[in-house]
């Protein structure tokens, strides 16, 4: 007989056990945070004033250049089917390559430059990715209204004013893409033709690059906008790597904001252990990436300065003084300094090494386009027939000379060789060409039989325009002369 006592324990009631579960979910970091959509409050003030400047003065120049017309063609055109690139009445051929590469580091230069001296001026101000989420924005606030508005109908359940109002700001924004996207094709194709054919629904890789454009548009600065600046942007991961203690970055005044909260306004703020802060998070609500400027410098802060208007704002309404949030330095908030005595910190070494090298490249390049002689001269041997003999007594080469117009006017243009005594042109010696027009001539050299020694020699084909003298091309080749 089995006692109570001595019971196996598989025995025991069944109340009693405890539950262990098989499949429990694992506790730890999730792999990626999800997103919370950011919804910026609109500010004004100089900063403010400032980036829409450069909306301004970037897409007007983006959207109308296409239009504008130097000697009846379009002034800006990157012809890559007819490889030729029309930049404001100078035409450029792909030998010119050496003038974008001169342009890519004029431009990293200029970039370091500014970054140096004042963080990301680009990212906040200029870059398209910020420009097209500014204007996505402003098409955002005035259908949907400010940020509480806004915030409001996110909440709301779906009704056919919040049906209207979204919808009438997706149409807006995909209009606006498909208008970006139309006209960044428009610098590759000519943008009258191209208006012609989309219209006809012609041209199946034009409209497709418009839509890959414009989708690109449409998603960036439509959805995913501080997105791209904290996740896909590279210039944000390696813009530490120059900046400096001297560098004037948006920057929180801890020593004087902290400790914040809010308080009365008639309270003595000061004997109460209190700083400048009255923690409204202002500076958070306008902010397009969302950061809190009071934690410090972030690789997330693109520069914009808007928090340095919303301080500002709220530094006049509670009188207190201007500054809190500031365009400043390191060494500027750790050594108390004055603007002056900041700036005066600006003409540092590493800063005028890039401003000469910005100086200097810039200087050569458009020295370099100056002097550029608008002619373009190849000489290619006739291998089918090297040298012969011909009527009286005459040793002949034949070359094929490509010829090409690098002017917006027509020119004819004289051919005449050297090098040899009694050399001479035996083919035409003047060739018509249109502007921008580019052609093959066969060219017949002959020299008198005994005028030079057997082999290779050294001759020149010079081709010169009618017109201007200055517009010359001497092109190097061989002349051979028989045993």
């Not at 606030?141 to 056919?160: K, N």
């Not at 000489?379 to 090297?386: A, E, I, P, Y």
């Not at 035996?426 to 060219?443: F, G, K, P, Y």
């Amino acid at each position: 007989m089995t006692t109570e006592k001595n019971k196996a324990p598989d025995s025991a009631p069944q109340s009693s056990r405890k539950t262990i579960p098989i499949h429990a979910e694992p506790v730890g970091t999730p792999f990626y945070e999800a997103r919370k959509k950011i919804q910026p409050r609109s500010i004004q003030g100089v900063f403010a004033n400032w980036r829409w400047a450069l909306v301004w003065i970037t897409q007007l120049f983006f959207y109308v250049t296409p239009w504008l017309q130097v000697h009846g063609r379009q002034a800006l055109l990157f012809d890559l089917e007819q490889r030729r690139f029309y930049i404001f009445g100078w035409l450029l051929y792909p030998q010119d390559f050496i003038y974008l590469t001169a342009l890519l580091i004029i431009s990293a230069l200029a970039l370091f430059l500014f970054t140096a001296v004042a963080g990301r001026l680009w990212c906040g101000f200029s870059c398209p990715q910020s420009v097209y989420t500014e204007i996505f924005m402003w098409i955002e606030q005035r259908l949907e209204g400010d940020r509480s508005a806004r915030l409001r109908l996110d909440g709301s359940g779906w009704s056919l004013e919040k049906v209207a109002r979204r919808g009438g700001k997706q149409l807006l924004w995909v209009l606006v893409s498909l208008w970006t996207g139309f006209t960044f094709v428009g610098y590759f194709v000519p943008i009258r033709e191209l208006a012609v054919q989309v219209m006809a629904l012609q041209g199946a890789w034009q409209i497709f690059w418009i839509l890959f454009y414009a989708l690109a548009t449409y998603g960036n600065a439509g959805f995913l906008r501080e997105q791209v600046c904290k996740y896909m942007c590279p210039y944000a991961r390696f813009q530490s790597a120059m900046f400096d203690k001297d560098t004037l970055v948006v920057t929180y005044d801890a020593a004087r904001g902290e400790n914040r909260g809010p308080r009365h306004k008639d309270a003595d703020y000061k004997a109460q252990g209190m700083g400048d802060c009255i923690d409204c998070k202002l500076c958070v609500q306008v902010c397009p990436v969302g950061i809190d400027i009071r934690n410090g410098l972030q690789y997330e802060c693109i520069g914009c300065g808007l928090c340095i208007d919303a301080c500002n704002s709220v530094m006049d309404k509670v009188h207190y003084p201007r500054g809190l949030i500031r365009l400043t330095t390191e060494n500027g908030i750790a050594q108390r300094w004055s603007q002056s005595q900041m700036l005066r910190r600006v003409f540092r070494p590493r800063v005028l090494l890039y401003g000469a090298g910005l100086i200097a490249i810039t200087v050569a390049m458009v020295a370099s386009l100056y002097v550029r002689v608008p002619l373009k001269v190849d000489v290619v041997r006739d291998r089918g027939t090297l040298s012969r003999i011909v009527a009286g007594g005459q040793i002949e080469n034949i070359y094929r000379v490509q010829i090409g117009n690098a002017t917006e006017t027509e020119q004819t243009y004289v051919l005449s060789a050297s090098g040899i005594d009694g050399i001479r042109v035996a083919s035409e010696t003047h060739v018509q060409l249109a502007s921008a027009q580019d052609r093959w001539v066969v060219v017949r050299l002959q020299v008198p039989y005994g005028a030079a020694s057997p082999g290779s020699h050294t001759v020149f084909i010079e081709v010169q325009a009618e017109s201007d003298a200055r517009i010359q091309v001497l092109a190097k080749t061989t002349f051979l002369m028989p045993r």
